[in-house]
């Protein structure tokens, strides 16, 4: 029923004309893929990837985005000028946002709200810290980060927004959570989101995140409530992303 999603995000690497040259390796190598595919490159490479996308099944993504209309917020990008740009997705609340520049509950919510109403599906990212994990909190943290992402989201709305649950300790590290232990954290966050918009949460796509890469993907993807998967390192090499979105 919910469609898979396999979004790659290739935070800070990447010139312009080195994305173009991943993604014209890329199109060819997913152009029959199942789940929706995406690319977010960074801001100063989304214009030069708009172009080499064009035709293609991959949708354009940003990292980021701030939530004010426009103004003095110097180094910042409006939703808006995403739109312009034919991007089509943004990746808010990032773990490494989160963690490197002050991100926190309020401003994801505040960025899930203008992204919604910009038209931009937002890839919201929650997730638990090694120290939550070992102290058991990872149900709680999940939770609240998710519930206070979605305030003031109307259920009209809730089905556009996807979530990448990213175990903190899983990003970069190599380790992944095991299938059942990301499953089992999937459908808590289904449940939160349920217990806000009752079977409007059948519909929300709930990816996974953290090392998850061609070899790891087919047990993943398997699971029941894993709708797709947000991957950095393995989204950086034509061949291996393109293992990971044809799982
Ligand atoms: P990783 O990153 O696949 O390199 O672990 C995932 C992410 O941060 O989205």
Known sequence: ?????????????????????????????????????????????????????????????????????????????????????????????????????????????????????TGLVPILCVGEMLEEREQGITAEIVRMQTKLALLDVSAADVAKVVIAYEPVWAIGTGKTATSDDANDTIKTIRQAVRELYGDKAEEVRIQYGGSMNPKNVGELMAMSDIDGGLIGGASLKAEDFSKVVNY
């Open 1 to 117: 029923m919910r469609k898979p999603i396999i979004a790659g995000n290739w935070k800070m690497n990447k010139t312009p004309d080195e994305a173009m040259a991943l993604i014209g390796e890329l199109k060819p190598l997913v152009a029959d893929a199942k789940a929706e595919v995406v690319v977010c490159p960074p801001y100063a490479c989304l214009a030069a990837a708009a172009q080499a996308l064009a035709g293609s099944n991959i949708g354009l993504g940003a990292q980021n985005m701030d939530y004010h209309d426009s103004g003095a917020y110097t180094g910042e990008v409006s939703a808006d000028m995403l739109k312009a740009l034919g991007v089509e997705y943004v990746i808010i609340g990032h773990s490494e946002r989160r963690q490197y520049y002050a991100e926190t509950d309020a401003t994801v919510n505040l960025k899930v709200k203008k992204a919604l109403a």
